[in-house]
């Protein structure tokens, strides 16, 4: 290289090295979550979060070292006694995150980061019992990445859950883990206060939709602690009776990988994602603060749902001194983590059965709906029922028919908007429980035409003591030859 051309190319490494400071969006920011939420679908109901005032008075949260949980027959002998002898680490300092790798790995920090804790020599056999119940496999390596441990002070070891990792961590039936995936987790692990009236006020703190006449989440105040666990234990690995969604109509733990291309987050499409910093506003409002998020501190048509369940006075938040939350850069980074996830190699590759379910899948018009490269056209549907307002009906996102799908999710829970969103089909080989309730544990279930019989047995979730439950909605791909259906699977499988 001639001299004068190197210099000019170190000169060039010099800016690029001395790239600005990363510019942080503020997460809490009044303007843009007041548009950032879709409206329920009833007229005149409403959500306010809480206002940014309040946000930033509480506390931001230290991040310790996340130490591994192992399953019980490969943790290292006299583990937890190590650990109690280690100081303490802490692991996130924004002044030296200095390159776009650096936050990244910060944020796999945050995303790892167990939020519930309690001391360990009780919390991880209680959470280990329930994975090895429930047939969690842990991950190649002996470790459980949907649990993790903390020491804040020398001598004192925490383990605890509720990281992004508890339920978007997917470990696979031979121990392979797929970070941001749908994750395998039981809705039981989750828990609730064991005593008879807490734990009903719990379900309605986490559940109750004050705006609806007849609300299906009543039911819990008649019912017993067994019954409310034998809700939670009929709910199959995958599912989850998110905050928000209902005790009887649980929601699909979503694959966060490709997140980034999605304009809109939830089944219902709650949540629009314009930037980066909306997928922080979704952190912040959805995790991080137990027993949930932020949302939980909303006003929903003059119900607040953290005002029931908090030992302060009645009608009052609690004060902000004794709420942790994660800090702007840290859902910063962790908004980066996510954005950097990619799906394991596939390892289906073209065969003549796939070209021909790539031509049924145009054939039987998916791509209107999936449409490719990404599978989706980020479109709202309509759910049954539902006529949208004026103010909707102008927008080139709405599709103005309904894929037919059971309604209440959307018409019925705190998360609804009165639409479904179009899901993206990447990633379907690795994952399970199809639809949003995830009824169908396979796609071979969700093209069976049978799905639609009123004596159907689904293999995912069905409501509540039914034995039967016919999967409705979602005709596409239902008439086809036994053939055609074979191919149309395997094509899915290679996205
Ligand atoms: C208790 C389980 C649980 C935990 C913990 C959890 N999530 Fe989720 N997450 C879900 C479920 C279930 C949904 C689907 C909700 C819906 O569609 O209504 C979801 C939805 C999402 C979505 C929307 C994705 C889409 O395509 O619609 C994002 C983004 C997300 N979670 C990020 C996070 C992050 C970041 C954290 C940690 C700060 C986190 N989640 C913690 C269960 C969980
Ligand atoms: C009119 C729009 C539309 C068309 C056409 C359409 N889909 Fe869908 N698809 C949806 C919507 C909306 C959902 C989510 C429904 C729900 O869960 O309530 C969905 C869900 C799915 C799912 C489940 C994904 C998951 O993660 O749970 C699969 C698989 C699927 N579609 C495949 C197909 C195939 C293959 C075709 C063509 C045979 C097709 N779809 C045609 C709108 C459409």
Same mark, same amino acid.
């Given at each position: 290289?001639?001299?004068?051309?190197?210099?000019?190319?170190?000169?060039?490494?010099?800016?690029?090295?001395?790239?600005?400071?990363?510019?942080?969006?503020?997460?809490?920011?009044?303007?843009?979550?007041?548009?950032?939420?879709?409206?329920?679908?009833?007229?005149?109901?409403?959500?306010?979060?809480?206002?940014?005032?309040?946000?930033?008075?509480?506390?931001?949260?230290?991040?310790?070292?996340?130490?591994?949980?192992?399953?019980?027959?490969?943790?290292?002998?006299?583990?937890?006694?190590?650990?109690?002898?280690?100081?303490?680490?802490?692991?996130?300092?924004?002044?030296?995150?200095?390159?776009?790798?650096?936050?990244?790995?910060?944020?796999?920090?945050?995303?790892?980061?167990?939020?519930?804790?309690?001391?360990?020599?009780?919390?991880?056999?209680?959470?280990?019992?329930?994975?090895?119940?429930?047939?969690?496999?842990?991950?190649? !390596?002996?470790?459980?990445?949907?649990?993790?441990?903390?020491?804040?002070?020398?001598?004192?070891?925490?383990?605890?859950?509720?990281?992004?990792?508890?339920?978007?961590?997917?470990?696979?039936?031979?121990?392979?883990?797929?970070?941001?995936?749908?994750?395998?987790?039981?809705?039981?692990?989750?828990?609730?206060?064991?005593?008879?009236?807490?734990?009903?006020?719990?379900?309605?703190?986490?559940?109750?939709?004050?705006?609806?006449?007849?609300?299906?989440?009543?039911?819990?105040?008649?019912?017993?602690?067994?019954?409310?666990?034998?809700?939670?234990?009929?709910?199959?690995?995958?599912?989850?009776?998110?905050?928000?969604?209902?005790?009887?109509?649980?929601?699909?733990?979503?694959?966060?990988?490709?997140?980034?291309?999605?304009?809109?987050?939830?089944?219902?499409?709650?949540?629009?994602?314009?930037?980066?910093?909306?997928?922080?506003?979704?952190?912040?409002?959805?995790?991080?603060?137990?027993?949930?998020?932020?949302?939980?501190?909303?006003?929903?048509?003059?119900?607040?749902?953290?005002?029931?369940?908090?030992?302060?006075?009645?009608?009052?938040?609690?004060?902000?001194?004794?709420?942790?939350?994660?800090?702007?850069?840290?859902?910063?980074?962790?908004?980066?983590?996510?954005?950097?996830?990619?799906?394991?190699?596939?390892?289906?590759?073209?065969?003549?059965?796939?070209?021909?379910?790539?031509?049924?899948?145009?054939?039987?018009?998916?791509?209107?709906?999936?449409?490719?490269?990404?599978?989706?056209?980020?479109?709202?549907?309509?759910?049954?029922?539902?006529?949208?307002?004026?103010?909707?009906?102008?927008?080139?996102?709405?599709?103005?028919?309904?894929? %037919?799908?059971?309604?209440?999710?959307?018409?019925?829970?705190?998360?609804?908007?009165?639409?479904?969103?179009?899901?993206?089909?990447?990633?379907?080989?690795?994952?399970?429980?199809?639809?949003?309730?995830?009824?169908?544990?396979?796609?071979?279930?969700?093209?069976?035409?049978?799905?639609?019989?009123?004596?159907?047995?689904?293999? %995912?979730?069905?409501?509540?003591?039914?034995?039967?439950?016919?999967?409705?909605?979602?005709?596409?791909?239902?008439?086809?030859?036994?053939? !055609?259906?074979?191919?149309?699977?395997?094509?899915?499988?290679?996205?």
């Amino acid at each position: 290289m001639p001299p004068r051309f190197c210099a000019i190319a170190a000169a060039a490494l010099c800016i690029v090295v001395r790239l600005p400071a990363q510019r942080i969006p503020k997460t809490w920011d009044d303007a843009a979550l007041a548009t950032s939420q879709l409206k329920p679908p009833i007229a005149g109901a409403s959500i306010k979060p809480v206002p940014a005032s309040y946000y930033y008075k509480t506390k931001e949260r230290v991040l310790y070292r996340v130490h591994p949980v192992y399953s019980s027959k490969t943790e290292p002998p006299g583990y937890l006694d190590k650990l109690a002898q280690t100081e303490p680490e802490l692991t996130f300092n924004e002044s030296n995150l200095k390159t776009d790798q650096d936050w990244i790995a910060a944020g796999r920090e945050v995303f790892r980061y167990p939020v519930n804790t309690g001391p360990a020599s009780e919390t991880i056999p209680l959470f280990r019992g329930v994975l090895e119940r429930c047939g969690v496999p842990p991950a190649k !390596d002996g470790t459980y990445p949907q649990l993790g441990i903390i020491v804040p002070r020398k001598g004192v070891v925490l383990a605890g859950f509720l990281s992004c990792a508890t339920c978007h961590t997917r470990i696979q039936p031979d121990g392979s883990v797929i970070e941001g995936a749908q994750g395998s987790l039981p809705d039981t692990i989750l828990g609730f206060p064991p005593e008879l009236e807490k734990a009903r006020t719990f379900q309605l703190a986490l559940y109750r939709v004050p705006w609806l006449k007849s609300d299906p989440i009543n039911r819990v105040r008649t019912m017993s602690v067994e019954e409310i666990s034998a809700v939670k234990a009929a709910i199959p690995l995958g599912v989850v009776a998110r905050h928000g969604s209902s005790l009887f109509t649980p929601v699909q733990i979503p694959d966060l990988i490709g997140v980034r291309d999605r304009k809109y987050l939830d089944h219902t499409g709650l949540m629009r994602q314009r930037d980066i910093g909306d997928l922080m506003r979704y952190a912040a409002l959805n995790a991080g603060t137990p027993p949930a998020g932020m949302d939980m501190f909303a006003d929903y048509s003059g119900f607040v749902p953290i005002e029931t369940i908090s030992d302060g006075a009645e009608n009052t938040l609690p004060a902000p001194e004794t709420v942790e939350r994660f800090s702007d850069a840290q859902l910063y980074a962790l908004a980066k983590f996510i954005y950097s996830l990619t799906p394991p190699a596939n390892p289906n590759h073209s065969s003549p059965l796939i070209q021909r379910g790539e031509k049924v899948f145009a054939q039987e018009g998916c791509p209107r709906c999936h449409t490719p490269p990404l599978y989706t056209s980020n479109r709202l549907t309509l759910a049954i029922g539902f006529t949208p307002p004026p103010e909707d009906s102008r927008s080139p996102d709405i599709l103005r028919i309904s894929v %037919g799908t059971d309604p209440d999710l959307t018409m019925k829970t705190r998360r609804g908007t009165g639409y479904y969103k179009v899901p993206s089909l990447k990633g379907v080989w690795y994952r399970g429980m199809f639809g949003h309730s995830g009824w169908c544990a396979t796609l071979e279930d969700w093209f069976d035409p049978r799905r639609l019989r009123n004596d159907y047995v689904p293999t %995912g979730f069905k409501p509540f003591g039914a034995r039967t439950y016919a999967v409705r909605g979602h005709p596409f791909g239902l008439d086809l030859s036994r053939e !055609d259906r074979a191919a149309l699977i395997a094509f899915l499988k290679t996205l």
